[in-house]
């Protein structure tokens, strides 16, 4: 009869037999363990039975988030490689397609650039006005301009390298509009150009804008008033004085510019610009704000265009202004005013003075929820015929400002329940005022309860409600006991909408699903944020990485995983910290996994990041003191193998701690071999490890007797510890009768009697 065994032997896979083999055989078996317990040829194939019933009630295996990278991003990095390396850079109808598409989606959906993809952009715009490549790069002016109102929007890091940006394709445009060549136009031509120009270019407002928030307002303020029309001529411009001049005034207060402020709002009134409600509550605020009591009183007196009154934030600032500095006389006076417009006066109609009117009844004169109540009333029986006059939850979100201001949260929600009481249904603004003084006030719960509310409101999404959410995420994060439910409804809320959540948001939650060995969430977090952080923001969450495994409360198996993460997600991680992270493993007795550490270092893609001669040492000194064998097999093996490290006596040196500690004292003394015969020669901390080889090397006596004949021969200094050495090697192997006179000459020896340690 035929044989089974060869029926099934021969329909295996010459692959099995040594062969090799590219087509798959139609019936082969599964793969198997590389490492068996059997000869592979004599294996018979079986069909696996499989009992896929059970599986039905089985859950589907995670998905992992992709990485998500916006649009035409990846294209200016490699630009950016490209031109680090000294290499071919990509093709420009490439870069020309990726710019209009990368800042198309930032203008699309209003995401901010961040300094590293500023910083890529400029380079490629450089690129792009190279005189050879300018005539192939197809930008627009409108292409550089809407680049320019991407920029409009600050970074949460550094933005000098938006300020940079903004500059060179302003100049880039200019030199369009003059019509100068590519790599002619200078810096220093740029306002005389701008001065001498018949009609003013329309792209100004955006440089102006970008230089005043990125705090060279000064510049601004220079480059506006070179700019500023002469009211007496008429002239056909596309720059609008007024529109440019508030940002401008914005920044220069923010920065405390007063000799600058008050010129610039001098020049810009007397070439024509109206004295509007802006100006006056830009000059009357940065003066209450200063405590300046005769400058706030004279910029709140002066008229204001079409006599309007002040903005209700400037009455607001007025009146911590005199609440800080007991003028409440003086905010009696402009109260009493304010009331008797709004009762029979041109106010009336005015809905914002009827707020501010609540705002100091509340904090002037110290009214009770009663009494605001009451005031409601009156304002809805006066403006009875005027619905868009009357009090609304906006009137709410005023008093609750002045609540959260004066750090009182029992009185914001008795201002809360006054607006379920008048029926006014809460606004965006009332749910972000409510997280804010309940977060403040450590109510975890309630603050959820109020995103959930805010959650299902029915209104356009937008960006003003994300600090404060934000701020949920890290109080719940940071909690004595985090609910994480609750935190996983808040960033999957957020990610829908395709939030990049600040980079402390994205640490705090880390941490905490780190802590619960939520490894999966924190892979999710880091996929859908770190993509889009520039250089500074990914080094505050890879810092939070390295704490989290210098901490020595965490547990090893926690701390290699967010090893690993560090790894996988910031390659750009510093040797210090890599080195610091392996002398930890080392401290817990885990010497596997530091040397894998190591490997890594070793393997790494940038040179930078490779292993230096000292990081060699470090890592067998490591060895020493948690000895591996096969961990030191693999870091001698590499350093054979690495050839930027040249084998010295510093080395030798580690390879000789390695190998005692490692029981194998006969392989390091073959290293002392090495040292003697080479050009640089031993050190005494060379002597002290060949004495520590002698003290435990069978019969090491009779070699430290003589490499100390030879020492004492030489007549040279020996230190202590090379001393210590030599007597531990002879009391090891029992010559206690040699080791006391040599105790008792020690003076002689090295200078000093011996102490407890010798």
């Known amino acids: 009869m035929r044989s089974q065994v060869t029926r099934h032997v021969l329909r295996r896979p010459p692959a099995a037999r040594g062969l090799a083999t590219s087509t798959s055989y139609l019936g082969s078996p599964a793969p198997r363990p590389a490492f068996r317990t059997f000869p592979a040829g004599c294996r018979v194939a079986r069909t696996v039975q499989r009992r896929s019933f059970f599986k039905l009630f089985q859950k589907p295996p995670r998905t992992l988030k992709e990485i998500e990278t916006e649009p035409g991003y990846e294209t200016l990095l490699a630009y950016g490689a490209a031109d680090n390396d000294n290499l071919r850079p990509p093709p420009v109808a490439d870069l020309v397609k990726a710019w209009r598409d990368f800042f198309t989606y930032k203008a699309r959906y209003k995401r901010v650039v961040n300094s590293t993809q500023a910083d890529c952009a400029h380079r490629v715009l450089e690129y792009f006005a190279r005189p050879a490549v300018a005539n192939e790069a197809a930008l627009s002016a409108e292409d550089l ?22 500059r060179s394709l302003f100049r880039e445009i200019r030199r369009r509009e003059v019509n100068i060549e590519p790599g002619r136009y200078h810096n220093v031509t740029l306002d005389y150009r701008l001065r001498g120009s018949q009609n003013q270019s329309k792209y100004l407002h955006s440089l102006l804008v970008s230089l005043s928030q990125y705090g060279e307002a000064l510049e601004a303020k220079k480059i506006f008033l070179e700019n500023l029309p002469d009211p007496k001529q008429i002239t056909n411009t596309d720059f609008h004085p007024r529109h440019s001049l508030l940002p401008i005034i914005d920044s220069l207060a923010r920065e405390g510019q007063e000799q600058a402020l008050r010129e610039i709002v001098k020049e810009a009134v007397k070439a024509g610009v109206s004295y509007d409600v802006r100006i006056h509550g830009v000059m009357t605020s940065f003066f209450a704000q200063r405590d300046d009591f005769e400058e706030t009183k004279f910029w709140w007196a002066r008229p204001i265009r079409k006599g309007l009154h002040p903005a209700p934030q400037t009455y607001y600032d007025v009146l911590q202004f005199a609440l800080r500095n007991d003028q409440k ?81 029992y009185m914001a929600e008795r201002f809360i329940s006054l607006s379920k009481k008048m029926g006014f249904e809460p606004d965006l603004s ?26 299902n409101l029915e209104t356009a999404s937008n960006d003003r409600e994300l600090p404060i959410l934000n701020k949920l995420i890290r109080a719940l994060c940071t909690s004595s006991r985090p609910d994480y439910e609750k935190i996983l409804d808040v960033t999957s809320y957020l990610e829908q909408r395709h939030v990049t959540l600040e980079p402390e948001t994205v640490v705090s939650i880390c941490m905490a699903f780190m802590k619960n060995d939520e490894t999966y969430e924190v892979i999710d977090t880091l996929s859908l944020h770190t993509a889009h952080y520039s250089i500074a923001e990914r080094q505050m969450v890879r810092k939070s990485f390295v704490d989290y495994c210098l901490d020595k409360k965490n547990s090893t198996a926690r701390v290699w ?4 993460l560090l790894r996988q997600f910031f390659p750009e991680v510093e040797n210090e910290d890599r080195v610091a992270i392996m002398d930890v493993f080392f401290d817990r007795r885990r010497p596997d996994m530091a040397c894998r550490v190591f490997g890594h270092m070793r393997s790494h893609d940038n040179m930078r990041h490779r292993p230096t001669l000292e990081t060699y040492v470090r890592c067998l000194e490591g060895i020493g003191r948690c000895p591996d064998m096969e961990s030191l097999k693999m870091i001698h093996n590499m350093a054979k193998m690495d050839t930027a490290i040249q084998l010295n006596t510093q080395l030798y040196n580690a390879l000789m701690i390695g190998y005692i500690a490692c029981d194998a004292s006969h392989r390091a003394l073959d290293f002392w071999k090495e040292i003697t015969t080479s050009p640089e020669g031993p050190t005494y901390a060379t002597l002290e490890i060949v004495f520590r080889a002698y003290e435990v090397q069978p019969y090491g006596d009779e070699p430290a007797k003589e490499l100390w004949a030879k020492i004492t021969k030489m007549d040279i200094d020996v230190p202590e510890h090379v001393y210590a050495a030599y007597l531990t090697a002879l009391a090891a192997h029992s010559h206690l009768p040699d080791v006391k006179p040599l105790l008792d000459d020690c003076d002689s020896v090295i200078g000093k009697r011996p102490d407890f340690l010798t």
């Not at 301009?145 to 903004?166: G, N, T, V, W, Y």
């Not at 402009?334 to 904090?363: N, T």
């Open 430 to 455: 009332t749910y972000i005022l409510q997280l804010q003084y309940r977060l403040r006030a450590n109510d975890h719960n309630g603050a959820f309860a109020t995103y959930q509310a805010l959650r």
């Open 561 to 564: 995983d967010a090893y690993a």
């Open 145 to 166: 301009h809407l680049a320019m109102q991407c920029l409009e929007k600050p970074p949460r890091d550094d933005p000098k390298h938006h300020i940079d940006l903004s």
């Open 329 to 409: 006389e003086w905010a009696m006076g402009i109260y009493e005013d304010l009331i008797a417009q709004l009762e029979s006066g041109p106010l009336g109609s005015s809905k914002a003075c009827w707020d501010v009117s609540f705002q100091y009844a509340f904090l002037l004169l110290g009214k009770g929820i009663d009494q605001i109540e009451r005031m409601f009333n009156i304002a809805l029986d006066h403006t009875k015929d005027n619905p868009k006059a009357q009090p609304n939850i906006g009137s709410i979100n005023a008093l609750l400002k002045c609540a959260i201001d004066k750090d009182d949260p």
